[in-house]
């Protein structure tokens, strides 16, 4: 990994002629889910429990199923694994105590299909959504229970915020849920449940008012602090809690009103909090007294760059500790010394990348390690400090091995237009001469999200076979500051968010790395809006248009968001970023509206089971593209979501991509070797 400077005119060639590379891994190398999709250590540090992810294989069809597994670190022995039940994926792990490993778990389903009967369960069948549970495996007895499974709690679309380990209260945990005697004139209210790890069964001990959105425990599960919500009015109040009694310490308006995100508390007693608009900066990391409510930046965090900031909690302690933030690599920073030591002695063996210290058993004397170097894909590590012992625990890719399967990954900026310098990472292939390459515009989703200098699949991939791979941070992109993030409100289609990323491509033309007649757009979510967008307002810029899981209708998807009430949240947030007070403009940059404007190749690709983008969304612009004689290939994934969460339907993506550029833009796509 190389961080550079581009600009409009100067881009000195990093690489003349790489040395030949062999031939790239197959596909399914990058189309895999990852062989260790997450793993947590036990608080005694004797075992860990591990998210396994499976290659594809045509032969063996049923292996695409992930499965955790129960590992002893000392004897390296498999203890036990457990397969999530048909039809759910799963999705992540941790430790309740030493002999009960927990997982999450997710499905799609309809609304219909879960709420409960009082409140007309079965009725009707409502949107698609996804919903998730935790589960919780006993070493001892090797049952598995799904927590909290009874009619009060079901209709919760997440069951998942469970509060473990709870002091003085062995074989019990608390969960955070929506609840209460569902009626039509009662509605669910946020409430704390105690609830019995081998049997699942929950009971409230703290219900929340209407507008309750948020509760903070300790490690006792006492109920320390809240937040209440008042959406008409974008308020948001913070209450304490002292002798079971409630008192209120903040009050704020703030945009959506939108409130501040707590996270524990620090060494001192006072409230980790995260506030996304304190200052105008994105994320703040603060300190709030419980008593007065004053609230604090807190000192010391170095280089954070207006970067989103997560603070890190000791998982046994329920204390904060540190804070979380990318600067394109990720970042730590510990407050405890004693983890800020164990942290610096893990740098030197990833100076070519990074590590995260992910978790650690009760005495530190263990510690989980992810980490990442610049040739290959990341894995997951041991380390033991006291004899500075570092084992590996496996790899997340295990194919991708190689600089060749990597790219050559630079960080780089280049002027936009107006003159702002807007940051981006280029994948190259190796073995081949950086010169006129074609090009891949992969765009991010979100769009208030960003890409960072990680190991990305798909960049890979793509590079792997020979293409130039652009992923930029668009203004309207998080992680770089509140006015960067607020810069790209609005600019759907014609605006910054789309310009921004042209410009990245005319930026590497003119500097002779890529073919101006070779370029395809492409992305997933809202990367394949942005595709589309490119496809229908500026088609003349590109040679081809891939759009996976992708928006092509932004005012069906605003009407959407706001059946729930215009001043909900989640309206105002999509109105702020579209631009609904001006829906001739948003009609404007519609591609669905302006199907008949594309020139070139279409890739189509969507999740029947997608709960974000309805599948319809693609549906329809096929079915437009089709009667406007566009040259366009739709690809329906039978049984996958918005995240693409099957081995099987990644590998046939990757595949359909391949196949499609080489068509469109494969007879001037140099040959890795």
Not at 167 to 188: H, K, Q, S, Y
Not at 409 to 434: C, F, H, M, N
Request: glycine residues 10%; neutral net charge.
């Amino acid at each position: 990994m190389r961080k550079a400077q581009l600009v409009t005119t100067v881009f000195t060639l990093l690489c003349a002629f790489c040395a030949q590379a062999a031939a790239p891994p197959p596909a399914q190398a990058y189309g895999r889910l990852p062989a260790i999709q997450d793993v947590a250590l036990s608080p005694d540090g004797k075992r860990v429990v591990i998210s396994v992810g499976y290659e594809f294989r045509a032969a063996e069809p049923d292996r695409e199923l992930t499965s955790l597994s129960i590992i002893n670190i000392d004897t390296g022995q498999l203890e036990k694994t457990l397969a999530p039940p048909p039809a759910n994926s799963l999705r992540g792990v941790g430790w309740a105590d030493d002999k009960r490993p927990y997982y999450f778990i997710s499905s799609t389903g309809h609304v219909g299909d879960i709420i409960p009967s009082s409140m007309g369960g079965g009725l009707f069948r409502g949107a698609r959504v996804e919903y998730w549970r935790t589960g919780v495996l006993s070493l001892e007895t090797g049952t598995s229970t799904l927590l909290m499974q009874d009619s009060n709690t079901r209709g919760n679309f997440a069951l998942t915020n469970l509060q473990v380990p709870i002091e003085a209260d062995p074989g019990f945990g608390r969960m955070i849920a929506w609840g209460g005697a569902i009626t039509m004139n009662n509605m669910a209210k946020l409430s704390v449940y105690r609830v019995n790890l081998d049997t699942g069964k929950g009971s409230a001990v703290e219900v929340g008012a209407m507008q309750t959105r948020g509760f903070m425990l300790d490690e006792k599960g006492a109920t320390i602090a809240r937040v209440d919500i008042n959406e008409d009015k974008n308020r948001w109040r913070l209450f304490t809690y002292e002798n079971g009694k409630d008192r209120m310490v903040l009050e704020k308006i703030s945009e959506m009103g939108l409130p501040l995100s707590m996270y524990g508390l620090f060494e001192d007693g006072r409230i980790a909090a995260v506030d996304p608009h304190e200052e105008g900066k994105r994320n703040v990391l603060l300190a709030i007294d419980r008593k007065s409510g004053e609230s604090t930046p807190v000192a010391g965090l170095q280089d954070t760059n207006g970067s989103d900031v997560v603070p890190l909690g000791d998982p046994w302690r329920r204390r904060v500790v540190g804070a979380q933030w990318t600067d394109d690599l990720p970042k730590q920073q510990f407050f405890d010394a004693e983890l800020a030591k164990i942290a610096a002695a893990l740098q030197e063996p990833f100076k070519d990348g990074f590590a995260l210290l992910e978790s650690w058993s009760r005495d530190r004397k263990r510690v989980l390690v992810f980490g990442e170097h610049a040739t290959d894909a990341g894995a997951y590590y041991i380390y033991e400090p006291e004899s500075k012992r570092l084992r590996m625990l496996g790899k997340r890719y295990p194919q991708v091995t190689a600089q060749e399967h990597l790219g050559d990954r630079q960080s780089i900026k280049y002027r936009a237009r107006d003159g702002k310098q807007i940051p981006a990472y280029l994948t190259l292939p190796v073995g081949v001469e950086p010169k006129n390459l074609p090009l891949v515009l992969l765009v991010h989703g979100g769009p208030h999200a960003r890409d960072d200098f990680t190991f990305n699949w798909w960049a890979s991939f793509l590079a792997s076979r020979g293409y130039a791979v652009l992923q930029v941070n668009y203004r309207g992109s998080t992680g770089y500051g509140y006015e960067w993030f607020d810069a790209g409100r609005k600019g759907w289609g014609d605006g910054l968010m789309q310009t921004d990323v042209e410009d990245g491509a005319y930026a590497l033309v003119k500097s002779g790395f890529a073919d101006a007649k070779h370029i395809c757009i492409m992305g997933g979510s809202y990367g394949g809006y942005a595709a589309l967008a490119g496809a229908t307002l500026t088609p003349d810029k590109y040679a081809c248009a891939v759009s996976v899981n992708g928006l092509s209708d932004p005012e069906d998807l605003l009407k959407d968001a706001q059946s729930g009430g215009k001043k909900s949240m989640g309206a105002e947030w999509w109105g702020k970023s579209m631009g609904a007070d001006d829906m001739d403009h948003l009609r404007k940059v519609s591609p669905i509206r302006h199907a008949d404007q594309v020139r070139v190749p279409v890739l189509l690709i969507h999740g029947a089971e997608d709960t974000v983008v309805p599948v319809d969304q693609s549906r329809a612009m096929n079915a437009k593209l089709q009667k406007a004689k566009v040259d366009v290939r739709y690809v329906e994934l039978k049984g996958d979501d918005h995240w693409l969460s099957s081995a099987s339907t990644r590998t046939q993506v990757l595949q359909e991509i391949e196949t499609f550029l080489a068509k469109t833009m494969g007879a001037t796509a140099p040959q890795v070797r």
